[in-house]
């Protein structure tokens, strides 16, 4: 229908408007085409990173349908399409916990990106257990040098 519109608007201009808006149509076109074939895995936009599917499709036949999980990827509701997805502050690993309870989260996605850009959880990280913290590892992932960590998150020790 889009098209059609913009045949009726492209008929309606005078010959040399009418070039140079088939000629930015032709480049927006191929911008788009080449958009597709972005990546070394080929088309990226209909991919998530492949640590997170491993980890999402590990994820899909082990924990609760219903669970809540804190992720930053906006393609997990593909691969866990029942569970509640919560996205994670930017705070510490205890102020994360006391959120991670408030809104009854009960997995954490550490993925590389939310590594990058929530670096006062990276303590998360060091293979310690910190489940006196509120959160278990429950499973590790390593794909092309990326690793995603999940946690469940577990009462915390009292202090």
Same mark, same amino acid.
């Given at each position: 229908?889009?098209?059609? %519109?913009?045949?009726?608007?492209?008929?309606?201009?005078? #010959?040399?408007?009418?070039?140079?808006?088939?000629? !930015?149509?032709?480049?927006?076109?191929?911008?788009?085409? %080449?958009?597709?074939? /972005?990546?070394?895995?080929?088309?990226?936009?209909?991919? /998530?990173? #492949?640590?997170?599917?491993?980890?999402?499709?590990?994820?899909?036949?082990?924990?609760?349908?219903?669970?809540?999980?804190?992720?930053?990827?906006?393609?997990?509701?593909?691969?866990?399409?029942?569970?509640?997805? %919560?996205?994670?502050?930017?705070?510490?690993?205890? &102020?994360?916990?006391?959120?991670?309870?408030? &809104? &009854?989260?009960?997995?954490?996605?550490?993925? #590389?990106?939310?590594?990058?850009?929530?670096?006062?959880?990276?303590?998360?990280?060091?293979?310690?257990? &910190?489940?006196? /913290?509120?959160?278990?590892? %429950?499973?590790?992932?390593?794909?092309?040098?990326?690793?995603?960590? !999940?946690? /469940?998150?577990? #009462?915390?020790?009292?202090?």
């Amino acid at each position: 229908a889009l098209a059609v %519109l913009a045949g009726i608007g492209l008929a309606r201009l005078s #010959p040399k408007p009418r070039r140079w808006w088939v000629a !930015i149509g032709l480049v927006a076109s191929v911008c788009s085409l %080449l958009t597709y074939f /972005e990546g070394p895995h080929g088309p990226s936009f209909v991919r /998530e990173r #492949p640590d997170l599917q491993v980890a999402a499709r590990w994820m899909r036949g082990r924990i609760d349908p219903n669970a809540t999980v804190m992720t930053r990827s906006t393609a997990l509701p593909y691969y866990l399409p029942t569970n509640r997805l %919560l996205v994670p502050p930017v705070t510490d690993v205890a &102020h994360l916990y006391r959120y991670a309870r408030f &809104h &009854h989260a009960k997995y954490l996605i550490f993925d #590389p990106p939310t590594q990058l850009w929530r670096p006062d959880l990276a303590s998360l990280l060091d293979g310690r257990d &910190h489940s006196s /913290e509120g959160f278990k590892t %429950l499973h590790t992932v390593r794909v092309e040098d990326r690793t995603t960590v !999940i946690f /469940e998150v577990v #009462p915390a020790a009292s202090t």
